[in-house]
């Protein structure tokens, strides 16, 4: 296989109405693009760095781009768990290799990675944190959806979550905080959660304070996002969660992330499969785990004012296999 030259772009993509979490607010996505290239074939990955994690789109790029004497050297795929970190930047270059090898190969990225091609599937639709009213708007015009992911702020949250319910009655729902809960609200906010029959609750308290979860008994599953990042933390997440949030810029990239998946069922937890907020070039990579995940949240694209031409189709909220020309 002839040996590509690396370039790297940073790209700005409008979100539809903003977009608000308990950390903040954003009005656009800003992801960091890895291109390799011999002329002939060219692949391509996206990534998202997230300030939560210590990131910065400039440090991404920056890191990404280190790379190119290594991979002008014949460095590959194989060789990026050993040379970079996990994160946002691994990742886009993971996909970027992926990408290239299905082209020149002629061969889709799932036969090369030895599993299933994937099928039609139901995403999550998130709505942002606001008031009970603005949520409530929110729900119901994104009633028809079938599931629904809220976001949430810790005081105030059951509230949020009624009126949420009430909007969309027959949604099922799935209540993420972001780490905003803290001891004092968890059980009012519990209890609305438990009372709105949601299905899941993702990350409700800080990463590195959520021992308390392993005291609490509930019928809703708790699900780790910020807590879990890789194989190295599954044995803690044991006795405190029963899913986790499997997404391509914590772990580094798909050739991780499919080891952290069989890693994850052989624990006995489900997956969700969770993204950043990008575009379909990030989503396609992704998509490649729906067939083990209870639950899937890919909606990047639904939240940006436009997306890739091509991109992803969805039809409403499932989600379509996409073709080489978008990725792999």
């Given at each position: 296989?002839?040996?590509?030259?690396?370039?790297?772009?940073?790209?700005h993509w409008p979100i539809?109405?903003?977009?608000?979490?308990?950390?903040?607010?954003?009005?656009?996505?800003?992801?960091?693009?890895?291109?390799?290239?011999?002329?002939?074939?060219?692949?391509?990955?996206?990534c998202v760095p997230y300030a939560r994690y210590g990131e910065t789109v400039e440090g991404v790029a920056a890191a990404i781009e280190a790379m190119a004497p290594l991979i002008a050297g014949g460095l590959t795929r194989r060789d990026l768990a050993a040379r970079m970190p996990a994160g946002a930047a691994r990742n886009a270059l993971d996909a970027a290799f992926w990408d290239f090898e299905a082209k020149a190969s002629g061969h889709r990225v799932w036969n090369l990675a030895g599993?299933?091609?994937?099928?039609?599937?139901?995403?999550?639709?998130?709505?942002s944190l606001?008031?009970?009213?603005?949520m409530a708007a929110a729900a119901e015009k994104?009633?028809?959806?079938?599931?629904?992911k809220i976001k949430l702020g810790g005081a105030g949250d059951d509230r949020r979550i009624a009126a949420v319910r009430a909007a969309a009655p027959a949604a099922t729902l799935i209540a993420d905080a972001n780490e905003a809960w803290t001891p004092e609200v968890f059980a009012v906010n519990?209890?609305?959660?438990?009372?709105?029959?949601?299905?899941?609750?993702?990350?409700?308290?800080?990463?590195?304070q959520d021992a308390f979860l392993e005291t609490v008994k509930s019928p809703i599953a708790f699900c780790a996002d910020e807590s879990f990042h890789g194989r190295d933390g599954l044995a803690a997440m044991r006795n405190r969660y029963q899913a986790v949030n499997i997404k391509l810029d914590k772990t580094g990239g798909l050739t991780e992330a499919l080891a952290v998946a069989n890693a994850v069922r052989e624990a006995?937890?489900?997956?969700?499969?969770?993204?950043?907020?990008?575009t379909s070039l990030a989503m396609a990579p992704a998509f490649l785990l729906t067939p083990q995940a209870?639950?899937?949240?890919?909606?990047?694209?639904?939240?940006?004012?436009?997306?890739?031409?091509?991109?992803?189709?969805?039809?409403?909220?499932?989600?379509?296999?996409?073709?080489?020309?978008?990725?792999?």
């Open positions: 296989m002839p040996t590509p030259i690396l370039s790297v772009v940073t790209e539809a109405g903003g977009f608000t979490i308990s950390r903040g607010s954003r009005t656009e996505a800003v992801v960091v693009v890895a291109t390799l290239d011999d002329g002939t074939v060219r692949g391509h990955g996206e599993i299933a091609a994937p099928k039609p599937v139901t995403t999550a639709f998130t709505l606001g008031s009970p009213d603005s994104a009633a028809g959806r079938p599931l629904l519990l209890a609305a959660c438990e009372k709105a029959g949601v299905a899941l609750i993702e990350q409700p308290l800080p990463a590195g006995g937890l489900d997956i969700m499969v969770g993204c950043m907020l990008g209870r639950f899937v949240d890919l909606d990047g694209p639904l939240l940006l004012s436009r997306d890739r031409d091509p991109g992803i189709a969805y039809e409403g909220s499932t989600m379509q296999p996409f073709g080489s020309r978008i990725w792999g």
